[in-house]
């Protein structure tokens, strides 16, 4: 089905094809943040900016992982911060990329994942934002973030997030020219509590003003888990935060789907292939309905 690609979306975005990497790195720099710009940000011995699997898949699914890596480029050092922080939620989304991987290798579908610490810069925010390279992040200072000049924010930016956001546009390209629009699906995970409030809730499902693939999943999965604690656009609303799907899913009315995990389920691998082995099989009955693979413009 023939379909309008939104010039906010995709004009401007372009379709590398950088060599593939199919390794997640969670190395973490000891040495404190320096005082020197370094010429580029990523030394030629470290990972790129974003990890691709399954590349040669042609099944109309991508999946996301915006915040897969606690990973922070050498040349930036620790940012200022101790390995407790950088482990913490903070620097990345626990068990996101550990799903993105589960799901990936069960769909035989491709995946693209961030290589680098949504501290360093935050892919899944607009450039600028003041967010998108927090100097605090829930309370915790980042040293490395404060005061910074914005030639760095530039830096981190051309050099990090570009080249995800560049990546997801090819991928969707790619498979949209095997002839269905694709599903896009972005895998997050969020702290089990927030601001001294808990969160109830498993697993939460959001979308903006396409509810196609949340209002499925919500049905599967209750169907399969009636005690699973399901949240409709929380803990965050789709309408209100997610740079990613917002840039490349909905303008462009493909069925999407943003999902949030939450971090003490997902910890460990026995927690990863309970819920991602749930998810999987809900998931499994929302794309075998051949409806779904049109694009829905608002």
Known sequence: MGCFLSSRAWATLANPFPQLRDTVSFAMSDSPFPNQLAPTLLSGDELPAFTVLNGESTRPVLFLCDHASN???????SLGL????LADHIAWDIGAAALTRLLADRFEACAVLTNYSRLVVDCNRPPGEPTAIPPVSDGVPVPGNQDLPEAEAVRRTEELF???HHEITGR???LWRQGRPPVVICIHSCAPTMDGFHRPWHIGLMYDHDDRVTKGMLTALARL???AVLGE???YSGKDIGFTINTHAEPAGLPNLGVEFRQD???TAEGVADLGGLFGDALEDVLSVEALYTCLMA
Do not use: C, F
């Open 225 to 227: 888990r009636p005690d």
């Open 71 to 77: 990973a922070i480029p050498k040349s930036l050092g």
């Open 162 to 164: 570009w080249p995800y």
């Open 233 to 235: 656009n929380q803990p």
């Open 172 to 174: 969707l390209a790619h």
């Open 82 to 85: 101790g390995s407790a922080e």
């Open 265 to 267: 389920l997902v910890r």
